[in-house]
């Protein structure tokens, strides 16, 4: 009797174990959530245990270009603490992040409106004068120059600091000999801009705290292929390649018309066949996928992107799945005819031969 009470009693705490409680529950799924005003310096913390490594999604895909990871640091729970950081807040980077595949740790990120002007605040003085202009947005083109222009007045000749996405230029390893200042340091100078050269530039003086900040974006350009084919029934792709850094939501419109002046229709007209997704590249929509293609999807179809001087366009040819085989059986029709014509002309040909052969027979049989 003993001897089954202790077996019972090993049972039910094997089953107990094996259930989690309400609180390994919560500690495991967590969900934490982050509110930031539009603009204020946005940064997303999750716990990791030290064998793992940070691996951020952003709704279950690709991270914005503007969240830039930090490395690890060692927290004072014995794990690590990885980060995300963007230098300023924007409405597209709200969303869920997780930091582990098994998303058990969750970060939601709230974007808000900034608070209006006279809004009563509990912020610093210090931190009202930093915030007190607004950044202003410069778009330029690869391979271009950026140029930017310090208007702090500076009449104690205090040295000028500048700094991309909050880290001084001189850390920043993708800018290295690639930038200079000139007028004292109060322009900056980038030649034959690239990609990556996009992001927060702020100047400010030495020992103040009063900065002005840029918002520095490339603009996008889009491309397509001039012309798309594809075969009656199989799977169509487009991508639209965007060049231009940070990359912006592609929309997609198609026309039958063949002509210039062909009124576009959002590719949702064409049904549940039709799917976007984020291309190779990363772009927000710049695959297009078309399940089945059948020939009333002929066209003409467009990709376009805010601030995008010109929209991509692709023309579309919708090919018979017989495409092929109808000049194979031409092929073979015009050998048969021209096999029963050389026949014909044989046959033709010999019979006057044996025709002559038998006349000169009985000629011979006569003399």
């Known amino acids: 009797m003993a001897r089954t009470g202790i077996i019972l009693s090993l049972a039910c705490l094997f089953l107990a174990g094996l259930v989690p409680s309400e609180a390994q529950k919560g500690e495991a799924e967590r969900e934490t959530v ?7 310096p946005l940064t997303v913390e999750c716990r990791l245990r030290p064998e793992q490594r940070a691996e951020w999604r952003r709704d279950g895909g690709a991270l914005p270009p503007e969240m830039r990871p930090v490395a690890e640091a060692p927290a004072p729970d014995g794990r690590l603490t990885a980060r995300l950081r963007a230098a300023a807040a924007r409405a597209h980077l709200a969303g869920t992040y997780t930091c582990t595949p098994e998303r058990d ?43 930017l222009r310090c208007e702090l007045p500076n009449d104690g000749g205090l040295a000028y600091v500048w700094k991309k996405n909050g880290t001084a230029l001189e850390e920043v390893w993708e800018m290295k000999e690639r930038y200079q200042l000139d007028h004292g340091g109060a322009e900056f100078k980038v030649a034959r801009a690239v990609e990556d050269d996009f992001g927060n530039y702020s100047c400010a003086l030495a020992g103040q705290p009063q900065q002005q900040l840029w918002d520095v974006r ?70 297009l996928v078309l399940e089945a293609a059948a020939r009333a999807d002929a066209g003409r179809y467009r990709c376009a992107a805010p601030r995008a001087p010109a929209a991509a366009l692709t023309t579309l040819r919708v090919k018979d ?9 031409g092929i073979c029709a015009e050998v048969f005819v021209l096999c029963a014509i050389i026949l014909v002309y044989e046959k033709r040909r010999t019979k006057p031969d044996l025709d002559d052969s038998d006349t000169d027979n009985h000629d011979q049989k006569k003399s």
């Open 105 to 147: 740790q969750r970060v939601r990120v709230l974007v808000q409106p900034p608070a209006p002007a006279g809004e009563a605040s509990s912020a610093s003085p210090a931190a009202e004068e930093r915030s007190s202009e607004a950044a202003r947005e410069l778009l330029f083109d690869v391979r271009s120059n950026i140029t």
């Open 321 to 329: 799945m017989y495409a092929a085989l109808w000049p194979f059986l």
């Open 218 to 287: 490339g603009r996008p350009h889009l491309k397509l292929p001039a012309n798309s084919n594809v075969v009656e029934g199989q799977k169509l792709k487009l991508t639209c390649r965007v060049i231009g850094k940070p990359y912006p939501r592609v929309q997609w419109s198609y026309s039958n018309a063949t002509d210039e002046e062909g009124n576009f229709t959002d590719v949702a007209a064409l049904g549940a066949r039709v799917s976007l997704g984020a291309s190779e590249q990363g772009v927000p929509d710049g695959a």
């Open 34 to 40: 982050v509110r930031v005003s539009a603009g204020a």
